[in-house]
């Protein structure tokens, strides 16, 4: 984790930005988060954890910023909001089990349990929640986001904001589009080529209404 006295913000203020105030106690960096912040258009005032809730306009210059937001659609957005010279750092809960060639970018998150093996690029604003598991060769772009407990064998490619829900298990060598959405518990055995929302065993593109 980037070294520095500023101030931390957690951009959400939902149950996710809650979480990300745990793994940053866990740091021992909770004296350094100063606030949440919300876009204008839908804050309101209120403390969040005895922590107050202010809107984006409001955000320090001076900020390390961590986007608390589970979408990865949302997320993509706020950082778009932004100021281009937005510091964010990336946070690693203590307990996570890490190999030395594992190349993490900017603003990512990971959290408590995960296990990353080796020669694997995460390439910025991840968000691998709860004892996700990422097997070696893989690389993940910008904005992807795994739920709880989820399993990426070797040698996968996750495109852009491409999310995968709590229980999701991918095979060895599978590629998965940018924005597609794989469900909870489902089993993606072959590659899914296009943005949409998967699910089942195996993950089959869902009908749209």
């Not at 409001?58 to 932004?82: F, K, T």
């Not at 970018?105 to 690029?121: F, M, N, P, R």
């Not at 968000?127 to 992807?144: K, S, Y």
Request: charged fraction near 15%.
């Amino acid at each position: 984790m980037t070294a520095s006295a500023k101030p931390i913000a957690i951009a959400g203020a939902g149950g996710f930005a809650r979480e990300v105030l745990w793994l940053l106690e866990e740091l021992g960096l909770a004296g350094r988060v100063a606030m949440f912040c919300e876009s204008d258009d839908i804050w309101r005032a209120r403390d969040v954890a005895d922590i107050p809730v202010l809107p984006i306009s409001r955000l320090p210059h001076d900020a390390h910023v961590v986007i608390g937001i589970g979408n990865p659609a949302a997320r993509r957005d706020l950082v778009a909001q932004l100021p281009a010279d937005t510091h964010y750092p990336t946070f690693v809960h203590p307990n996570v089990r890490m190999g030395r060639r594992v190349e993490i970018g900017a603003g990512s998150v990971i959290c408590a349990g995960s296990i990353l093996t080796c020669d694997i690029v995460l390439a910025g604003h991840a968000q691998l929640n709860l004892a996700t598991t990422v097997g070696h060769d893989c690389r993940l772009e910008r904005f992807v986001t795994t739920g709880p407990a989820v399993n990426i064998s070797g040698k996968c490619v996750l495109g852009e904001a491409a999310y995968l829900g709590t229980n999701a298990c991918v095979r060895e060598g599978i590629n998965i589009a940018s924005g597609a959405t794989v469900g909870m518990g489902a089993v993606v055995v072959r590659d899914l080529p296009a943005a949409g929302v998967y699910a089942g065993n195996p993950a089959r593109a869902l009908q749209k209404p």
